[in-house]
């Protein structure tokens, strides 16, 4: 992809009214860009980016991503206000932390329609743009627990799971029409990912899972130690759609996530020596 340099790039952005993607349209704005925001509150948005950054290039939206009308219908506005589409970044989602056995139905229907849902029908309603003007950049922001799991996360693991495989088809499918696709996996950044109301929690839990209570008061506490910046994490995702989208497909931030990714690779080579010779033996005869 070819970063526009005689004019503004618009972009599209989910899950824009706080952490990584408010401000992710901060600092959009004060480059100069145009933004179209979408958040299940446009008035937290504008209170959250303040007096100090210029909101003539916003335009909010209020969309529910699960709704595919209502998200042809923003893509819509989007190209109508400025003309046009250059990015598209999936940044809505959220955190769910309990045992597999403690989730409800509904609390899986909830997160897979965000995290899966959601990006597919934002998908379906900009790529169309983007392989006809022969050129683009879709940004999905997954997590490294897109790559490893931990107990406790089965719930956001899956819907993160589910992201990385769809942006790993979806790279091999529009690179040849000029659209750039970039995988995020941040680890645990200082927004409010980790807070009561951010992190989502079972209504009911059992007693058979006590580690799991603890790590879940220990997440918590985490809150405002975090290793990552959320302002350098902002600024590494434009980087790298700006300077051309160049690069390996996955863009891992933060230490703590190329950590937990290099264990998941040492301990996947492990499993794949152990059943090297043993793979083959469900093959027919040759």
């Not at 965000?114 to 983007?130: D, E, H, S, Y």
């Not at 392989?131 to 897109?146: A, D, I, K, Y």
């Amino acid at each position: 992809m070819s970063f526009p340099a005689d004019r503004p790039a618009t972009w599209f952005v989910t899950g824009t009214s706080r952490g990584l993607g408010l401000e992710l349209v901060r600092q959009l704005l004060r480059r100069g860009d145009q933004v179209a925001a979408t958040t299940r509150s446009t008035e937290r948005l504008v209170s959250a980016l303040g007096d100090g950054v210029d909101t003539g290039r916003l335009l909010p939206l209020r969309v529910d991503l699960r709704d595919e009308e209502e998200v042809r219908q923003a893509v819509q506005r989007t190209t109508e206000r400025f003309g046009g589409l250059d990015v598209v970044v999936n940044n809505a989602g959220y955190g769910f932390l309990a045992a597999v056995e403690e989730t409800t139905a509904r609390d899986v229907r909830d997160m897979l329609d965000v995290q899966v849902v959601g990006v597919w029908n934002v998908l379906r309603a900009t790529l169309p743009i983007l392989r006809r003007q022969r050129g683009g950049h879709v940004v999905n922001v997954s997590s490294v627990l897109g790559l490893t799991a931990m107990p406790g996360w089965g719930l956001y693991c899956a819907g993160k799971f589910a992201l990385e495989g769809l942006t790993e088809a979806l790279a091999g499918e529009v690179g040849g029409f000029g659209v750039g696709v970039t995988l995020v996996e941040p680890g645990y950044f200082r927004t409010d990912f980790l807070t009561r109301d951010s992190l989502a929690l079972p209504t009911e839990t059992t007693d058979a899972y006590p580690a799991l209570r603890e790590m879940t008061e220990n997440h918590l506490k985490l809150q405002g130690t975090q290793l990552g910046d959320p302002v350098k994490g902002a600024e590494a995702i434009i980087g790298r759609v700006v300077g051309g989208g160049g690069g390996p497909l996955r863009q891992l931030l933060g230490s703590d996530a190329h950590a937990y990714a290099t264990a998941k690779v040492e301990a996947l080579r492990e499993n794949l020596d152990a059943t090297a010779e043993t793979a083959g033996a469900t093959d027919f005869a040759a």
